[in-house]
């Protein structure tokens, strides 16, 4: 396998997290999103939409990290980071969608590019827009979280799932538009709970190669 990514990605940051809590190997593909690499002829030929990640297996190019994702975990049954019960599956796959689809969609390089370069906004009004965002959904995460009382130290049950695979990454991206954590003490337990693990660890965005 060979994963074409960006170490700061949101998206390449959730799929590490599952290629490391399933134990997969993968080669890492750098493209730079600083350099507008995701938007080269060469790149724009493997994916149109010029997003990242990427996943290359075989000769078979998977896009879009929740199909990617979901992909792993049909075919890498191993390490399950989805409950056994429909409705356990359901709950989880909850979690992650206010994340992949309602925080991070609106907080990405294209819509902060739009804002600042044809909407003519200011740094403190884009870091505002991304905070009212990232806020809304983390509350009500917050109370989804506080509401379980069968939750361990994960975002469901005793062991990690796909949700904190994508509640961990956004985490780490929302430090840079300063987010208050303190608002969120559930989240961050979860946090500190995944990031004790290497599987999350290796992940990190300043823990990838292409960081440096």
Request: charged share 20%; aromatic share 8%.
């Given at each position: 396998m060979k994963m074409y990514g960006f170490f700061r990605s949101g998206t390449s940051h959730r799929t590490r997290i599952v290629l490391n809590l399933k134990q997969i190997s993968y080669e890492l593909l750098p493209i730079s999103l600083m350099k507008n690499e995701h938007k080269n002829s060469?790149?724009?030929?493997?994916?149109?939409q010029g997003f990242v990640p990427v996943l290359a297996v075989n000769d078979q190019l998977l896009l879009q990290s929740p199909a990617i994702i979901e992909w792993l975990e049909e075919s890498h049954p191993e390490h399950p980071l989805l409950p056994s019960d429909a409705l356990g599956r359901a709950k989880v796959r909850a979690l992650a969608a206010v994340v992949g689809?309602?925080?991070?969609p609106i907080n990405n390089k294209r819509i902060l590019e739009y804002l600042?370069?044809?909407?003519?906004?200011?740094?403190?009004?884009?870091?505002?827009?991304?905070?009212?965002?990232?806020?809304?959904?983390?509350?009500?995460?917050?109370?989804?979280?506080?509401?379980?009382?069968t939750r361990g130290d994960f975002c469901y049950g005793n062991q990690p799932t796909l949700a904190d695979a994508y509640l961990i990454a956004q985490v780490d991206s929302s430090k840079r538009f300063k987010v208050d954590m303190s608002k969120y003490p559930n989240i961050q337990k979860i946090y500190d709970a995944c990031i004790a693990l290497p599987a999350f660890q290796a992940a990190a965005p300043m823990n990838q190669p292409d960081a440096a």
């Open positions: 060469a790149f724009q030929a493997i994916n149109p689809c309602d925080i991070h600042r370069n044809t909407l003519k906004l200011d740094d403190a009004q884009v870091q505002s827009w991304c905070r009212h965002w990232i806020d809304e959904g983390f509350s009500a995460l917050e109370t989804l979280l506080a509401t379980d009382q």
